[in-house]
């Protein structure tokens, strides 16, 4: 969600911190603001809204220095307005913070400070924070010092960046628990913090993560990390590879386009160095997996969040089928107050586009505790979840801008897919032959994909007839009732339109009763298992007046004389046809969000990375 940049080096902050803001727009945010140190006073610009209008006051009233921080806000407490954006200056005017997460005991630590005498100018739970911090600050006690003592009386998950004209001459960040990343940028004579890599990727590829419970004091040419317990800690300096020219948009009109079309790159991208077609074999080095706790293992679960959950429901699918391991999907938001029955004959397997959302790395401390193997599928290189984890698969997907998650989502079918067989040789599941043509199918992902994207234009002529719609059904069985669910979600999360992702054969045990001429019926109905069970759904929905809008397999005429769109898929073995069933949804929920109108890449109340519970 929240994004945080800062800077500190000879050149001017000011446009640094505004390019790294930009780049993390695809976390989702309501208001925006920077922070610069100008002539020994902080100067703050601030305002609800996006970047635009926080560039337009940089422009109206210019502000310049060698240190700064900026933040975009995705509101928690408070209003969306000036008032309660970030950066948050304390009542002498000389710190200044900017802060991911949520301070449980806000209103006790401001009742606190309101008993003396502290006034505060928001509603906000993040100013608690700069009043703490100035309460300690003083000329016996460093910035650093004060902070870590401000720190100390927080509930909850933070990440938080401070500097003050006191030390015109450092930057202090601290990680506690899973707010969200914070990251430090080192370059030649000047340094970056941020909440997330594309931000300073610009400028730098040697960076260091803070891990939760640490602490870093920067400075131009110096990086000092310390727990909160103000120990010394030994960090390692990763080089990143990424490149930021990928995070532009090119020639399409969105981000969300842009990667959409990407997923031919990015599902060869997770294939490669990963498959042995010639002996028909997966290699998953990274994932820890011995042939011992392969034959161990009980039972798995798998756990995430929104996309990520249905990506784990088809890996269910997968997994069972292929390895016959007992698999339980559980979104992570219930997992920790659930009480799993897990044990250490358990994998839990958490995806995470980010690698930072809350629930989920809560999901594997839980997890943890109870004597699990962690693995986890993760798309944020150095993220919380890939460091925590037992072991873990990459996506190799690169950034994702778009706040409605595409190539993350088909990158994951992928690699739980290869998982399954991996799982399935290991555990003895599986013979030689049907694993060498499991492995071989794997070839023709990325060409698969590329045909249903050269479908576009069909496709938009489906959107166009959706275009007024208010609410749309979507029914999908086996292993592509998670597709139903995922193109519901995709649907709403784009266009705002009221959609439901429904397990086909459930139709008739309520939702049925919604079906009309104004009720159109999304059908996922490839050749697969369940296809003669799928066509009857068709059948019962045009009785009731439905307009039907069925994805089938190029060539079926059975469905063809009985829907009245169809959207066609290429023919695709029926494990790995969750990955072209849902490309053309991600194509038909765009062009309608797009023929709309409406903010494609960030759309209303939603965030990229979701670092609260």
């Not at 009480?339 to 980010?354: C, F, G, H, M, N």
């Not at 929920?589 to 939603?606: C, E, F, K, S, T």
Request: aromatic share 4%.
């Amino acid at each position: 969600m929240c994004g945080i940049v800062g800077y500190i080096g000879p050149r001017d902050a000011t446009p640094i911190i505004l390019s790294g803001l930009k780049r993390l727009e695809y976390r989702g945010y309501d208001s925006a603001g920077l922070a610069v140190l100008q002539d020994r006073h902080i100067e703050i610009r601030r305002d609800a809204g996006k970047l635009a209008r926080l560039n337009a006051l940089v422009d109206e009233a210019p502000v310049s220095g060698h240190i700064g921080i900026g933040h975009t806000r995705w509101a928690t407490h408070g209003e969306p307005n000036a008032r309660n954006a970030h950066p948050h200056l304390g009542m002498t005017g000389e710190v200044v913070v900017v802060h991911n997460g949520i301070v449980e005991n806000f209103q006790e630590l401001r009742a606190e400070l309101i008993a003396v005498c502290v006034i505060f100018k928001s509603e906000t739970d993040t100013e608690v924070i700069v009043h703490l911090v100035e309460r300690y600050l003083s000329s016996e006690t460093s910035l650093a010092e004060a902070t870590r003592k401000a720190l100390l009386h927080l509930r909850g998950a933070h990440g938080v960046v401070v500097l003050s004209s006191h030390e015109p001459d450092k930057i202090v960040a601290a990680r506690i628990g899973n707010a969200g990343g914070v990251v430090v940028g080192i370059g030649e004579g000047e340094m970056y913090v941020a909440s997330d890599l594309p931000a300073i990727l610009e400028h730098t590829r040697q960076v260091v993560f803070l891990e939760s419970q640490d602490m870093a004091v920067v400075t131009r040419d110096r990086l000092q990390v310390q727990t909160m317990q103000g120990h010394p800690v030994a960090y390692q300096v990763q080089n990143v590879p990424w490149d930021p020219v990928s995070a532009e948009k090119g020639e399409y009109r969105h981000f969300m386009q842009k990667e959409i079309h990407e997923q031919v790159r990015s599902l060869t991208d997770t294939i490669a160095g990963r498959v042995d077609f010639e002996e028909g074999r997966i290699l998953l080095p990274e994932l820890n997996l011995s042939p011992e706790l392969a034959k161990r293992m009980r039972k798995m679960f798998i756990t995430a969040c929104g996309t990520a959950a249905h990506a784990g429901m088809v890996g269910k699918v997968l997994i069972e089928q292929i390895a016959r391991l007992p698999v339980e999907v559980q979104i992570a938001s219930e997992f920790r107050y659930s009480d799993p029955i897990v044990d250490e004959d358990t994998v839990v397997l958490a995806i995470s586009q980010s690698g930072e959302t809350a629930d989920t790395l809560a999901a594997m401390e839980e997890a943890r505790g109870k004597g699990a193997t962690l693995w986890s599928i993760v798309n944020a290189i150095g993220s919380q979840a890939m460091r925590i984890a037992d072991g873990c698969i990459a996506m190799q997907t690169g950034p994702e801008i778009g706040v409605a998650s595409t190539k993350a989502y088909t990158a994951p079918l992928v690699d739980l897919y290869m998982l399954a067989i991996l799982l399935g040789e290991l555990r003895g599941t599986i013979k030689e032959k049907d694993r060498q043509l499991l492995v071989s199918d794997l070839r023709r992902v990325p060409a698969l994909a590329s045909e249903c994207l050269n479908r576009e234009p069909e496709i938009e002529k489906v959107a166009r007839s959706l275009l007024n719609t208010q609410h749309c059904l979507y029914l999908g069985r086996g292993i592509n009732m998670p597709t139903a669910y995922e193109g519901a979600l995709k649907l709403k999360e784009l266009s705002y339109i009221h959609a439901e992702g429904y397990p086909a054969g459930e139709m008739k045990h309520g939702p049925i009763a919604l079906i009309d001429e104004e009720m159109p019926v999304v059908v996922i109905a490839p050749r697969d298992p369940w296809y003669e069970k799928m066509f009857s759904q068709i059948e019962q929905a045009r009785a009731r007046g439905g307009t039907v809008i069925a994805l089938a397999t190029d060539g079926d005429e059975l469905v063809q004389t009985s829907a009245d769109q169809v959207i066609w898929l290429p023919e695709t073995p029926w494990m790995l046809s969750p990955v072209t069933a849902v490309i053309p949804l991600q194509m038909l929920a765009y062009h309608i969000a797009a023929l709309r109108g409406l903010d494609v890449d960030q759309p209303r109340n939603l965030a990229k990375s979701v670092t609260v519970e």
